[in-house]
């Protein structure tokens, strides 16, 4: 496989669940992302890796919990959702360490339900 | 705070006609990025300016920056209905970066 993939592509879940998404990068960068987008709203950063540390954290709450065990891999945990955290949530990854430098390159995205 | 604005949110045009999307952002920046989503589907990396007057082509499509005036436009030539899809601007700097609303963009015959 090749560039950025991620699994599952559709989840739906109760509020009482815990699920987790995964993100894997084919493409030998050095900083994974996650995004949320919603509808009617910007692309929203919620956590920025870069070599396996977690350098952002903008202000998500603790209901989603990210882990980067190494550079290619990304989870996104999630237990105790909303009904307003269903949207697409998209993983990055880019070449470089500074967020704001280098393309970024996307995966296919979750769009994730909750009921 | 680094804040991307674009304009429009919608736009509809018909096969063969010219148009251009605007993005200004509110801060110092020379990098920005046009990405492209169709629908259900990921964001796909079109185009990057790095310097004042940059300007890039791809086919119809062609991006251009200014960093003085903090706006990048992108314009659509002759569109075609493959184009249809939603287009995001996105500013950087190093320590931070921001996407556009987006603009639907939608060609019809």
């Known amino acids: 496989e090749t560039g950025v993939t991620q699994t599952p592509r559709h989840l739906v879940m109760g509020m009482t669940n815990k699920k987790s998404l995964k993100c894997e990068q084919h493409l030998g960068h050095n900083a994974m992302y996650w995004y949320k987008q919603s509808a009617k709203k910007p692309l929203e950063l919620m956590f920025v890796y870069s070599l396996e540390e977690r350098v952002e954290n903008n202000s998500v709450p603790s209901r989603f919990s990210p882990e980067c065990p190494n550079s290619s891999h990304l989870f996104l945990h999630l237990h105790t959702l909303q009904p307003e955290d269903s949207a697409l949530y998209l993983c990055a990854s880019s070449q470089g360490r500074t967020r704001g430098v280098d393309t970024q390159y996307f995966g296919p995205g979750t769009r994730l339900t909750v009921l | ?109």
């Not at chain 2, 993005?23 to 964001?43: A, E, I, V």
């Not at chain 2, 082509?57 to 030539?77: C, V």
Request: glycine share 6%.
């Open chain 2, 1 to 109: 705070e680094l804040k991307v604005e674009q304009n429009p949110l919608f736009l509809s045009m018909q096969e063969g006609k010219n148009y251009t999307i605007y993005c200004n952002y509110s801060t110092t920046s020379d990098r920005l990025y046009w990405y492209r989503q169709d629908p259900g589907k990921s964001l796909e990396s079109l185009f990057v300016l790095l310097s004042n007057g940059a300007v890039k082509q791809e086919g119809r499509l062609m991006a251009s920056l200014d960093t003085k005036a903090r706006l990048s436009t992108l314009h659509i030539t002759a569109a075609v209905h493959d184009l249809s899809a939603t287009y995001f601007c996105a500013v950087g700097d190093n320590n931070d970066m921001r996407f556009g609303a987006g603009t639907r963009l939608t060609v019809k015959p």
